[in-house]
T-cell receptor
Framework: EPEVTQTPSHQVTQMGQEVILRCVPI?????FYWYRQILGQKVEFLVS????????KSEIFDDQFSVERPDGSNFTLKIRSTKLEDSAMYFC?????????????FGSGTRLTVV | RKEVEQDPGPFNVPEGATVAFNCTYS??????FFWYRQDCRKEPKLLMS???SGNEDGRFTAQLNRASQYISLLIRDSKLSDSATYLC??????????FGSGTRLLVRP
């Protein structure tokens, strides 16, 4: 079964450092997403990406965040200057179509710990 | 009203029991609905979509009541492996997923 792959599985970084979280979506999917989940809280939408541009972003996705699809396979989330409150699980997802409920596949996540 | 709201539980039931979870949603999260399952520190995994007519997948039955803005999930004959957090999820008009906080289920031997 096709998978969304995320690396690294766990990243520890110092406050103020830049981090890049990487994702390889399912190859024929067109819509890409980042969600995050702070420990003990609900999964929250960060950003959606289609046709090489951001479709929508939440209020969490401020100027410290950016996304990129640098080549045909990778989809990255960059946090420029990490804060303690950025510590969370970050999930990448992709879907084949907008009404993507069925085709929405999540990666196994990157646990980001900011110290 | 919060976009998707669930009772956090935990629901602690014996193996073989039938358990039901409920969820309410607001208009902003009402395009489509799903139940996801999440194991501790893992990604959400789609359990089933929820259709207006109700739908069943093995031991799992989902119901949607649009008039009351209410969704349910029924699990029959609970197994130990059903222990997880069940996430009620809506999809908004821009096709992003809106997650509830989840309901924890513990199935004991």
């Amino acid at each position: 079964e096709p998978e969304v792959t995320q690396t690294p599985s766990h990243q520890v970084t110092q406050m103020g450092q830049e981090v890049i979280l990487r994702c390889v979506p399912i190859s024929n999917h067109l819509y890409f997403y980042w969600y995050r989940q702070i420990l003990g809280q609900k999964v929250e939408f960060l950003v959606s990406f289609y046709n090489n541009e951001i479709s929508e972003k939440s209020e969490i996705f401020d100027d410290q965040f950016s996304v990129e699809r640098p080549d045909g396979s990778n989809f990255t989330l960059k946090i420029r200057s990490t804060k303690l409150e950025d510590s969370a699980m970050y999930f990448c997802a992709s879907s084949g179509g907008q009404r993507g409920g069925y085709g929405y596949t999540f990666g196994s996540g990157t646990r980001l710990t900011v110290v | 009203r919060k976009e998707v709201e669930q009772d956090p539980g935990p629901f602690n039931v014996p193996e073989g029991a039938t358990v039901a979870f409920n969820c309410t949603y607001s208009n902003s999260a009402s395009q489509s609905f799903f139940w996801y399952r999440q194991d501790c520190r893992k990604e959400p995994k789609l359990l089933m979509s929820v259709y207006s007519s109700g739908n069943e997948d093995g031991r799992f039955t989902a119901q949607l009541n649009r008039a009351s803005q209410y969704i349910s999930l029924l699990i029959r004959d609970s197994k130990l492996s059903d222990s997880a957090t069940y996430l009620c999820v809506g999809m908004d008009s821009s096709y992003k997923l809106i997650f509830g906080s989840g309901t924890r289920l513990l199935v004991r031997p």
